[in-house]
């Protein structure tokens, strides 16, 4: 009986399930059949029209997801940016932030592993307009607190919201974007949110300096809720993804059976668990120069607000960039017939090697070699998160790729969670040093895992074909 999740084919004339031999198989590097891997559509035929380009829909769809990450960002930047100010304001300390952080972790881990299965469940429409409207409500709350416990309350709503953006990406993607283009789908929207980072130093910084610090919360709130209205009414009912290109390489997908298309079957797949421990290991390093960092550059490095929000937003510059870049990279071996996930593998691999110059942030006092050293832990960080969702998509049925997204995102925050919630305890006991020096190596050890994990089984697959 043919199992489900092959479709190894080789057009011959009067042949059209024709089987490849062994010569064509030694000339053809065996590749993943994204058709089967990433998708319910059905597997392309000879007959089937070649696509040239992104349909507009789908552009449309990349857009709104985009905007709607950038707010997720900017949102959750507003507090760490405006730190130094609201800790005057609302009269609390580092140790103080550190439960604010973990106010808005703990439920936004919960929130991970729930949304993906309410995504899976209700669709990315009516998820992401719920999602988005309860981060913005969230931050708008956060502009009118007037003690402490008013913005720990807001930042539990907004932990509780945020996370759903992320798998609501994933399947979206899924959904709408050819085959053949998703990488570069995938390293498009993803990264997105660094486009909010970018913007909120100095946006953020002329709200609060022009209108009042209140302002840099309500005026995003509300421009969130307008988007998720406008998703709402783009995210309609669609037709299936698109075919592969006529000409695209004849691909070797990993078998997969629709036993595995559930949460069940992901959770017995020693790949998926290979993902998840570098999650864990590798996503504190992320969240910690996201909380901190803005405050590390103006109170240990000397910048100013205003000076940050000049320079603030260039390691977000250069994440999406490079993301862009790398997601092109990926399509294009793709297209040549080359496997996605070892081509994947090689570029965690090179990434990771660039993370221990994140050890050595401390030991200069130029802050412009500073923001160069957070720029390339930045860039390889998104970078990371990029190809977590390449792997995913290629690895695994798209029926649980948001399931997934969700319990990956939920392990990464558990540790992230820690990480924030401690820091402010090790920060005055060893400075910034020991935290800067421990979070270099946990990529370069997470790159062995999945080499090791993910390589060997893809090695496998190479020697049976």
Known sequence: MRRPGFSVTAPQPGRRDARPTNAARSRTPPAIDWTSQMTDAQTATADAAPIKKMPRKAWLIIGL???????????????????????????????????????????????????????????????????????????????LSHNFGHLVASRVLMGAAEPGAFPVVQRAILNWVPIERRALAISIATPAGNIGA??????????????????????????????????????????PPAQPMADAAPTLPEPVDDGDASVRGLMRDKRFWSIIAVRMLSDPVWYFYLFWIPGYLQERVGLSLSELGLVGGLPFIAAVLMCMVLGRVVDRFTERGHDPIRVQLRIFAFTAALMPLGAIITMTSSAALAIAIITIVVVVCQAWFVGYNVLLAGLFSARVNASAVGILGAVGASTSLILNLLAGSILEQFDYVALFVGLAVLHPLSAVILIVVIGRSRRAISARA
Do not use: C
Not at 70 to 79: A, E, H, I, K, S
Not at 115 to 126: E, K, M, Q, V
Not at 215 to 227: C, E, S
């Open 65 to 143: 997801l985009m905007a709607l990450l950038v707010l997720n960002y900017f949102d959750r930047q507003t507090l760490s940016i405006l730190k130094p100010i609201m800790k005057a304001e609302l009269a609390f300390d580092d140790e103080a932030y550190s439960l604010l952080t973990f106010a808005f972790m703990l439920p936004y881990i919960l929130m991970y592993v729930v949304s993906g299965r309410l995504i899976d469940r209700f669709g990315t429409r009516a998820s992401m307009t719920v999602f988005a409207i309860g981060w913005s409500v969230a931050n708008i709350v956060s502009g």
């Open 198 to 239: 970018i913007l909120a130093p100095p946006l953020i910084a002329l709200l609060a300096t022009g209108i009042g610090w209140r302002a840099a919360f309500v005026i995003p709130g509300v421009i969130g809720i307008i988007v998720a209205i406008l998703w709402w009414f783009a995210d309609t009912r669609h037709t």
